[in-house]
């Protein structure tokens, strides 16, 4: 969600759910400063971050991801 509020768009889009799954699975998310240029670098790796296909890669909670983005800011 908050790839699409920053950029405007979904991380994946196709002409099918199938598709669009089979970009989840294996298809890196784009870097949103490349949609939206004036979004700083830390912003990319804090989104980037979220959407990392392996789970612990990912932040533990929500709480910390929050934390992040209110530090960016």
Known sequence: MTFEVA????????DDPMAVLFQHL??????????????PSKFDEIVLKMLEK?????????AEAKAALEKLL
């Open 7 to 14: 950029t405007g768009r979904l991380p994946f889009e196709g």
């Open 26 to 39: 294996q298809s890196p998310p784009p870097v949103p400063s490349t949609l939206k240029p004036e979004l």
């Open 54 to 62: 392996e789970p612990e890669k990912r932040y533990p909670s929500v």
